[in-house]
């Protein structure tokens, strides 16, 4: 099960683009990379996922280099809202012998 | 969006007592997880499923038992709540994207029941 590595904490301020970078240096061939969100006192959300390159949806992108090594969330314009816990994990579909693993995850305060 | 419902959403228990908290999706997903989650730490996997009659313990050793008689419902029992098990528990469900959709394996998280036992 490859290990992730991110940031415990972040500081940013409303408006600005927030990027937050995982790394993820043994990954294999089958994993995916998804990033969730964490309100307090709510379970995870899921934000984004992605294989290879950039994906991007309504909420964030997610650039994948070429060797897969490590991912950046990417959070446009943050907003106080914005301020949770984002983890990042990595994993096989349909590997059920494999649980996906929360590690500490990045605590992003956003501030006014 | 999945659909995952957890009752009670908070509780405040003496120690002693024998308590059961429920979790219930329409998604009809197989897997199914319980977490335990202390304020400001880390998400710990106790209790997993991959379907009716299927129950495994996870990572973190608990005191808590679950079942698994029907998809929709993973209910998680205390046999006898302690102060330690004061914690906020995550139901979560595990769906696989239809193949050759190029997409990875999603969980869906319940909005979680807070336990207090004093």
Redesign the interface.
């Known amino acids: 099960l490859a290990k992730t590595t991110q940031p415990i904490s972040m500081d940013s301020y409303e408006g600005q683009e927030v990027n937050i970078t995982c790394s993820h240096n043994n990954i294999a061939t089958n994993d995916y990379i998804t990033w969730y969100q964490q309100f307090p006192s709510q379970g995870p959300r899921f934000i984004i996922q992605g294989y290879k390159t950039k994906v991007t949806n309504e909420v964030a992108s997610l650039f994948i280099p070429a060797d897969r090594k490590s991912s950046t969330l990417s959070l446009p314009r943050v907003s106080l809202s914005d301020t949770a816990v984002y983890y990042c994990l990595v994993g096989a579909t349909y590997n059920y012998g494999q649980n996906f693993v929360f590690g500490p995850g990045t605590r992003l305060s956003v501030l006014p | 969006e999945a659909d995952i419902y957890q009752t009670p959403r908070y509780l405040v228990i003496g120690t002693g007592k024998k308590i059961t908290l429920e979790c219930s999706q329409t998604m009809g997903h197989d897997?199914m997880?319980w977490?335990q989650q202390d304020?400001g730490m880390?998400?710990h996997?106790i209790h997993?499923s991959?379907g009716v009659n299927s129950t495994e313990k996870?990572?973190l050793s608990s005191e808590s038992t679950v079942s698994r008689i029907r998809t929709e419902h993973f209910p998680l029992t205390l046999e006898s709540a302690r102060p330690s098990h004061t914690s906020?528990y995550?139901?979560?469900t595990?769906v696989?994207?239809p193949l050759l959709a190029?997409?990875?394996?999603?969980?869906?998280?319940?909005?979680?029941t807070?336990l207090t036992v004093l």
């Open positions: 897997k997880y977490y304020p880390e998400l996997l997993y991959y996870g990572d906020q995550l139901c979560a595990r696989s994207p190029g997409d990875g394996d999603t969980q869906y998280f319940g909005p979680g807070r």
